[in-house]
């Protein structure tokens, strides 16, 4: 019927033509001297086609002679506003816009070049599945990243998941693929069909989906991020004018599969909304400032807790909505608690509907396996020097600020990010360009990253999990250094639990392990973090670490802790500990909440939210926490006694903390103190409340005159056994 040859119709219809866009829809073309226009379009399995003039409804037929799925007809004039009514093999017709008739595009010749520099901050408002109305007309713009791809198209319920109904433009040939198809809705699911260049087809979710089906279903949902209200004003204004280094930050990390269930419902997740009104409250009862998320980034296996994501910028299904997890996070800020999520950047798992071979190329991964794969893991690395690739991930973190309001981002495996022979053996690893074994192009992403989320977020937290001795983690870039503002104190970690499984009597042969710390505190904003590392993998949970009877158990986790919020570093504690539950972490289950019948582990709640409202009301506890003045030693010595003693200040005032490690109890112990007057006793772990032995100091003591540790005055306590006090001078 046209000039179009049989080749053209044969590439349509097989899903192979370079530029659908230059044949579907409204072409004109000249035949014998006179103007026509051809409509064209491909409706796979389609009976009838016709053409409908939107003014008055006159329908005009388009003929399938070159193929059974290509229909086409011809005007002798400009072809009118008009709909497609498609009639299908069963009779039905439903009426359709043309997709190929909408050639405005959300990207402009600027968002590509940003995007190719690496440099497109808000990439996640381009990219992806979009909402919005064009020329009048409701649907969706969808747009995908994948240059090497001979062909791409969007494919969902609404074309019965058939690649020739609606294949993409390689726009400018970018690499960007996108069209606007009219009609889809909000809650349709769809994926990408991306051929490569010998012509196998990989079915992929969107890696800038903002919805993903609930496990084990893998495609994309589209979603309206932009219907949500939010309450949270007031503690956005003031986050942005805090500093965190000089706020008490207590963290309670969590896993929200199991922290509780609907055991009713055969033990199905809480929502994010039933989260919002259980977990808040119970976090706002126990005193903590921040609640950090194990990685709700979507994922598809449960057993790797959230740490391989397939969807970047979607909020697990598994809880509910991507609004649900807003009116979350808006509700925690009403209550006065921070969001952190735990983020993974250092690598992606293998899933077929994944980023592995996105276009049959490596293309968010690097080639060679020497560098790109993490074996012990089963999961690939991201190509940190491609400029595309660095852009999703910086956009894939500001996303996450902007869009659900977060306060910081606990940065996953930073290690492995920073040495290309982490974790790999002798011969299966190179060097980089100056020959040495550093990351070089995955340690100016993280410069990059943390400057912008501090230029655009200020007042966030950025918290990098590194258990190497990199210097200057949390040192600004400008510096020298990764600019994170916190970094994890692995070494204190490790060294606090070796020491607590040890037995009290061989304690006083381990007494470096509970003051080397002390030796690089200023080195680092350290947090002290008892993770959820620390409790799986046949490593018990933190109480079943304890040596001796239930009450010496319970008398070395309080010690532990209190020890833990004494000395210097933001403080970070995994659901469970604070129970004492005697079970191994498991996400496949419910904390042993029932452990709270007794009376023990109901004094050890208690101790735990005492602590918390201490740790909050007194500056000296956090606010020089990175300051050498901000501690001191008193004695650090008596390792025949496996007791330490030392000061916390902030300003003009200090405190006193002191710790006994073993179960003797010391009647009458003198400490040096710096001034003289009466050293009221705030918290006692062996106080009958929290099932201790209830010795102590009867609410505090005066000082003597008497010169101890090199100070001039003293105090003559009662230290009870596996225990901590902290006291401090009232005025």
Request: overall charge negative; aromatic content about 14%; some cysteine.
């Given at each position: 019927?046209?000039?179009?040859?049989?080749?053209?119709?044969?590439?349509?219809?097989?899903?192979?033509?370079?530029?659908?866009?230059?044949?579907?829809?409204?072409?004109?073309?000249?035949?014998?001297?006179?103007?026509?226009?051809?409509?064209?379009?491909?409706?796979?399995?389609?009976?009838?086609?016709?053409?409908?003039?939107?003014?008055?409804?006159?329908?005009?037929?388009?003929?399938?002679?070159?193929?059974?799925?290509?229909?086409?007809?011809?005007?002798?004039?400009?072809?009118?506003?008009?709909?497609?009514?498609?009639?299908?093999?069963g009779g039905e017709s439903r009426l359709l816009h043309d997709p190929y008739a909408f050639r405005d595009h959300l990207l402009t010749?600027?968002?590509?070049?940003?995007?190719?520099?690496?440099?497109?901050?808000?990439?996640?408002?381009?990219?992806?599945?979009?909402?919005?109305?064009?020329?009048?007309?409701?649907?969706?713009?969808?747009?995908?990243?994948?240059?090497?791809?001979?062909?791409?198209?969007?494919?969902?319920?609404?074309?019965?998941?058939?690649?020739?109904?609606?294949?993409?433009?390689?726009?400018?040939?970018?690499?960007?693929?996108?069209?606007?198809?009219?009609?889809?809705?909000?809650?349709?699911?769809?994926?990408?069909?991306?051929?490569?260049?010998?012509?196998?087809?990989?079915?992929?979710?969107?890696?800038?989906?903002?919805?993903?089906?609930?496990?084990?279903?893998?495609?994309?949902?589209?979603?309206?991020?932009?219907?949500?209200?939010?309450?949270?004003?007031?503690?956005?204004?003031?986050?942005?004018?805090?500093?965190?280094?000089?706020?008490?930050?207590?963290?309670?990390?969590?896993?929200?599969?199991?922290?509780?269930?609907?055991?009713?419902?055969?033990?199905?997740?809480?929502?994010?909304?039933?989260?919002?009104?259980?977990?808040?409250?119970?976090?706002?009862?126990?005193?903590?400032?921040?609640?950090?998320?194990?990685?709700?980034?979507?994922?598809?296996?449960?057993?790797?807790?959230?740490?391989?994501?397939?969807?970047?910028?979607?909020?697990?299904?598994?809880?509910?909505?991507?609004?649900?997890?807003?009116?979350?996070?808006?509700?925690?800020?009403?209550?006065?608690?921070?969001?952190?999520?735990?983020?993974?950047?250092?690598?992606?798992?293998?899933?077929?509907?994944?980023?592995?071979?996105?276009?049959?190329?490596?293309?968010?991964?690097?080639?060679?396996?020497?560098?790109?794969?993490?074996?012990?893991?089963?999961?690939?690395?991201?190509?940190?020097?491609?400029?595309?690739?660095?852009?999703?991930?910086?956009?894939?973190?500001?996303?996450?600020?902007?869009?659900?309001?977060?306060?910081?981002?606990?940065?996953?495996?930073?290690?492995?990010?920073?040495?290309?022979?982490?974790?790999?053996?002798?011969?299966?690893?190179?060097?980089?360009?100056?020959?040495?074994?550093?990351?070089?192009?995955?340690?100016?992403?993280?410069?990059?990253?943390?400057?912008?989320?501090?230029?655009?977020?200020?007042?966030?937290?950025?918290?990098?999990?590194?258990?190497?001795?990199?210097?200057?983690?949390?040192?600004?870039?400008?510096?020298?250094?990764?600019?994170?503002?916190?970094?994890?104190?692995?070494?204190?970690?490790?060294?606090?639990?070796?020491?607590?499984?040890?037995?009290?009597?061989?304690?006083?042969?381990?007494?470096?392990?509970?003051?080397?710390?002390?030796?690089?505190?200023?080195?680092?904003?350290?947090?002290?973090?008892?993770?959820?590392?620390?409790?799986?993998?046949?490593?018990?949970?933190?109480?079943?670490?304890?040596?001796?009877?239930?009450?010496?158990?319970?008398?070395?986790?309080?010690?532990?802790?209190?020890?833990?919020?004494?000395?210097?570093?933001?403080?970070?504690?995994?659901?469970?500990?604070?129970?004492?539950q005697w079970r191994e972490w498991d996400y496949q289950s419910s904390l042993d909440w029932h452990v709270l019948e007794q009376p023990?582990?109901?004094?050890?709640?208690?101790?735990?939210?005492?602590?918390?409202?201490?740790?909050?009301?007194?500056?000296?506890?956090?606010?020089?926490?990175?300051?050498?003045?901000?501690?001191?030693?008193?004695?650090?010595?008596?390792?025949?006694?496996?007791?330490?003693?030392?000061?916390?200040?902030?300003?003009?005032?200090?405190?006193?903390?002191?710790?006994?490690?073993?179960?003797?109890?010391?009647?009458?112990?003198?400490?040096?103190?710096?001034?003289?007057?009466?050293?009221?006793?705030?918290?006692?772990s062996d106080a009958g409340d929290y099932w201790g032995s209830g010795k102590g100091n009867m609410g505090g003591r005066q000082t003597?005159?008497?010169?101890?540790?090199?100070?001039?005055?003293?105090?003559?306590?009662?230290?009870?056994?596996?225990?901590?006090?902290?006291?401090?001078?009232?005025?």
């Amino acid at each position: 019927m046209t000039a179009l040859s049989a080749e053209q119709v044969e590439l349509l219809v097989h899903n192979q033509h370079p530029d659908p866009f230059g044949v579907l829809g409204s072409h004109l073309y000249e035949n014998a001297g006179r103007k026509h226009w051809a409509v064209r379009t491909v409706q796979p399995q389609a009976r009838e086609v016709f053409l409908v003039n939107l003014a008055h409804g006159t329908e005009y037929p388009l003929q399938n002679d070159h193929s059974p799925d290509f229909f086409e007809t011809v005007l002798d004039r400009p072809p009118f506003s008009y709909q497609f009514r498609v009639v299908d093999e069963g009779g039905e017709s439903r009426l359709l816009h043309d997709p190929y008739a909408f050639r405005d595009h959300l990207l402009t010749g600027f968002d590509l070049y940003l995007f190719g520099e690496g440099n497109h901050h808000y990439l996640y408002e381009k990219l992806g599945a979009h909402p919005l109305t064009l020329a009048g007309v409701a649907g969706v713009y969808f747009a995908v990243w994948a240059p090497n791809a001979r062909n791409v198209s969007v494919i969902g319920d609404f074309d019965h998941w058939d690649g020739r109904a609606h294949q993409m433009l390689n726009l400018d040939h970018s690499g960007v693929w996108t069209l606007f198809i009219p009609g889809v809705q909000v809650g349709e699911v769809y994926k990408y069909e991306v051929k490569d260049q010998a012509g196998h087809i990989y079915e992929k979710a969107d890696p800038f989906g903002f919805h993903q089906e609930l496990r084990p279903r893998t495609a994309s949902v589209v979603a309206d991020l932009s219907t949500y209200t939010w309450g949270d004003r007031t503690w956005l204004n003031q986050r942005q004018h805090q500093q965190p280094h000089e706020r008490p930050v207590a963290v309670y990390e969590v896993h929200l599969g199991s922290w509780r269930v609907v055991v009713e419902e055969e033990n199905r997740f809480f929502t994010y909304r039933e989260l919002a009104k259980h977990l808040i409250p119970y976090v706002q009862d126990m005193g903590f400032t921040h609640i950090e998320l194990m990685p709700i980034t979507e994922y598809p296996f449960d057993g790797s807790w959230g740490y391989q994501v397939t969807g970047y910028f979607a909020p697990t299904a598994r809880y509910g909505s991507p609004t649900d997890f807003m009116y979350f996070v808006d509700q925690c800020h009403q209550a006065g608690i921070g969001v952190i999520l735990d983020w993974v950047p250092a690598h992606f798992p293998k899933d077929a509907h994944g980023l592995r071979q996105f276009d049959g190329t490596a293309l968010y991964e690097y080639d060679d396996p020497r560098i790109g794969e993490h074996l012990t893991w089963g999961t690939l690395v991201f190509n940190y020097g491609r400029h595309e690739v660095r852009n999703f991930l910086l956009a894939s973190a500001l996303f996450w600020f902007d869009k659900y309001h977060i306060d910081g981002i606990r940065v996953d495996a930073v290690a492995a990010m920073l040495y290309r022979d982490y974790d790999r053996p002798d011969g299966s690893w190179f060097t980089n360009k100056q020959g040495g074994r550093e990351h070089l192009e995955a340690i100016d992403f993280l410069r990059q990253l943390n400057t912008l989320l501090f230029k655009y977020h200020p007042g966030i937290l950025m918290i990098a999990e590194e258990s190497t001795a990199w210097p200057s983690v949390s040192a600004p870039v400008d510096k020298g250094g990764l600019g994170f503002n916190l970094k994890w104190n692995m070494g204190w970690m490790h060294d606090t639990l070796a020491y607590f499984s040890t037995e009290p009597g061989l304690r006083t042969y381990n007494h470096n392990l509970m003051t080397f710390s002390i030796t690089y505190i200023t080195a680092e904003n350290y947090v002290l973090a008892l993770s959820h590392d620390e409790v799986v993998h046949l490593k018990g949970s933190l109480i079943n670490k304890m040596p001796g009877d239930l009450w010496q158990k319970m008398a070395n986790v309080r010690t532990l802790l209190g020890y833990m919020y004494g000395h210097p570093g933001k403080k970070s504690l995994f659901m469970g500990m604070e129970l004492g539950q005697w079970r191994e972490w498991d996400y496949q289950s419910s904390l042993d909440w029932h452990v709270l019948e007794q009376p023990a582990h109901r004094a050890l709640q208690h101790y735990v939210a005492d602590l918390n409202e201490l740790y909050r009301q007194e500056p000296c506890l956090w606010r020089d926490d990175y300051h050498p003045d901000g501690f001191s030693w008193i004695d650090c010595h008596d390792i025949a006694n496996s007791v330490v003693a030392f000061i916390r200040r902030s300003g003009t005032e200090h405190m006193v903390i002191v710790c006994n490690f073993t179960p003797q109890f010391h009647p009458h112990y003198r400490i040096g103190v710096p001034e003289s007057g009466f050293y009221q006793e705030l918290l006692n772990s062996d106080a009958g409340d929290y099932w201790g032995s209830g010795k102590g100091n009867m609410g505090g003591r005066q000082t003597d005159a008497i010169a101890c540790h090199q100070l001039p005055h003293s105090l003559n306590l009662v230290i009870p056994p596996l225990a901590v006090l902290i006291l401090k001078r009232r005025v």
